[in-house]
T-cell receptor, first 111, second 115 residues
């Protein structure tokens, strides 16, 4: 099956709550990245975590990586209605520059 | 920087017609990627170039699809003849490849509708 699978497929929360999305992958990686896509737009890079890192922060975003479980999580704290979007994880293998994207989590933040 | 530029933004054509999608990557980037996104299949990598050379075209659906990158600042994705099942949003992305990680920058996409 596909490298990079997000869980859940859809998530609906209230503004101010935290949102957690998970990603699992199958093969060894160099890096794992998270992207965001607003409806009708291209993907935008959010954060990159290297295979030798376990946690990374950027503003309200917190990413963890567990290479032993081949999984990552993206936490968005104090969510806002403007965070409503699809979120994708993407992995790159140990060679080459291509990324493999998961199927995405559709996050809806209700005002 | 203007970011990745794609044209046209929308294309409506009839089955059997030739369609050409265009992409201008970010200046200085050495990798370029063409993706297709549909509800059913998600985001699929079609082909990518490194230093204008096609590296992996295993995602190209069939011979009706072809891609070129004649220079570092321009790439085309051509579908000939087009079919209704080719309807999708096609994204071009570019990156600066290296050991420091390869964040990709996406264009706004071309929404293709084949009637």
């Amino acid at each position: 099956s596909q490298q990079g699978e997000e869980d859940p497929q859809a998530l609906s929360i209230q503004e101010g709550e935290n949102a957690t999305m998970n990603c699992s992958y199958k093969t060894s990686i160099n890096n794992l990245q998270w992207y965001r896509q607003n409806s009708g737009r291209g993907l935008v890079h959010l954060i990159l975590i290297r295979s030798n890192e376990r946690e990374k922060h950027s503003g309200r975003l917190r990413v963890t990586l567990d290479t032993s479980k081949k999984s990552s999580s993206l936490l968005i704290t104090a969510s806002r209605a403007a965070d409503t979007a699809s979120y994708f994880c993407a992995t790159d293998g140990t060679s080459g520059s291509r990324l493999t994207f998961g199927e995405g989590t559709q996050l809806t933040v209700n005002p | 920087d203007a970011g990745v530029i794609q044209s046209p933004r929308h294309e409506v054509t009839e089955m059997g017609q030739e369609v050409t999608l265009r992409c201008k990557p970010i200046s200085g980037h050495n990798s370029l990627f063409w993706y297709r996104q549909t509800m059913m299949r998600g985001l699929e990598l079609l082909i990518y170039f490194n230093n204008n050379v096609p590296i992996d075209d295993s995602g190209m659906p069939e011979d009706r699809f072809s891609a070129k990158m004649p220079n570092a600042s321009f790439s085309t994705l051509k579908i000939q003849p087009s079919e209704p099942r080719d309807s999708a949003v096609y994204f071009c992305a570019s990156s600066l490849s290296g050991t420091g990680g390869n964040e990709q920058f996406f264009g706004p996409g071309t929404r293709l509708t084949v009637l």
